[in-house]
């Protein structure tokens, strides 16, 4: 016999994935994980037996639980499961997939909705931020119908409004986590910033790109792809997050000038492929990084540093993405007061995704 394990699939901003309530997973985390692996189809590189869409932007798993923390409604645990490694990430963020966190809540009656909309007030167990999401809630119900449109997914749909509230320091617990803003790592000037997302930021002139490639072109240079990866291992270790040789964190945005009328152009890498829109969490940061200091993005950006620094525009392979940006980065106390974006979401289905007899038995 197959178990079933109640989930919902959701679209979140550029991403999807399998929802689930915690308490209808296992406690044990190796369980948990094996789970996840089989539910997803991995490692294989269609995830053919299982319901993930093959591409690190499709093999995304989000937990969530009602919150006991003061001031906060839910908890949401973020998952990556590697499409082609028997493997389950549960260090980095997801802002995409945040986007959905909200009407999921809702829905499953984590929330109570309210008339108009609904604030659902999130803590990311990942990375220990905590984000506003403000949902449409007309009539007391969720509605996935609206004008919002955001570059990289297709039509029109109601807006989800998040406020990054705590992010700096995400994983490493510093801004600059190795206290330095600019680095140089095999010749190559770097930037490691941790706003949301810990990411390396690379100057793409310095690695032979203009920076405004698509995200097939990038991926197509397997020369660029393993001298970057390179260049992201090193980093992780001078960033205090030891061997990153397994691990998606930290990401890596390629910088460069803006092309079109933006603040900064960035193709994120997740980290092994060139993201064909942006990361949320990775804008927060590239956006953050831009408002800070000597950093590579606040050079290519000429950004002011001084607050608010109001929309700042983050060019990416599939149009723009833009933050409302108000933080006091240059102190010794950096301040975030306001890191906000505009996501869109649906649910896709509901139902129990199968996990075979032989995973359960062998776990």
Known sequence: ????????????????????????????????????????????????????????????????????????????LFAQVLVNERYVDTKPNCGNMLGAVGPFAIEQGLVPAQAGETTVRIFNVNTRAEVDAIVETPNGVVTYAGTTA???????????RLNF?????????????????????????????????????IPAEQVGKTGHE??????????????????????????????????????????????????????YFVPYACHKAHAVTGAVCVAAACATPGTIAQRLSGLPDTSPQGVVEIEHPSGSIAIDLNVELGGDHPVIHRAALIRTARRLFEGNVLIPEHVMAEA
């Not at 955001?150 to 989800?160: L, R």
């Not at 960033?239 to 890596?252: A, E, F, N, T």
């Open 1 to 76: 016999m197959q178990t079933k394990i109640p989930c919902v699939m959701m679209r979140g901003g550029t991403s999807s994935g399998p929802f689930f309530l915690a308490r209808d997973l296992p406690d044990d985390i190796a369980l948990r994980d094996e789970i996840l692996i089989a539910a997803m189809g991995s490692p294989h590189e269609y995830q053919v037996d299982g319901i993930g869409g093959a591409t690190p932007f499709t093999s995304k798993v989000a937990i969530i639980s009602r919150s006991t923390r003061p001031g906060i409604d839910v908890d949401y």
């Open 150 to 160: 955001i570059d990289g997914v297709p039509g029109t749909a109601a807006p989800v």
């Open 165 to 201: 509230r705590s992010a700096i320091g995400s994983v490493t617990g510093k801004l600059l986590p190795t206290g330095r803003p600019i680095d140089v790592i095999d010749g190559v000037e770097v930037s490691c910033v941790d706003v949301a997302m810990p990411m390396v930021l």
């Open 214 to 267: 698509g995200a097939n072109e990038l991926d197509a240079d397997v020369a660029l792809l393993a001298r970057m990866e390179a260049i992201r291992r090193q980093a992780g270790e001078l960033m205090g997050l030891g061997d990153v040789s397994k691990s998606v964190v930290p990401k890596i945005g390629l910088m460069a000038r803006p092309a079109k009328g933006g603040t900064i152009s960035s193709r």
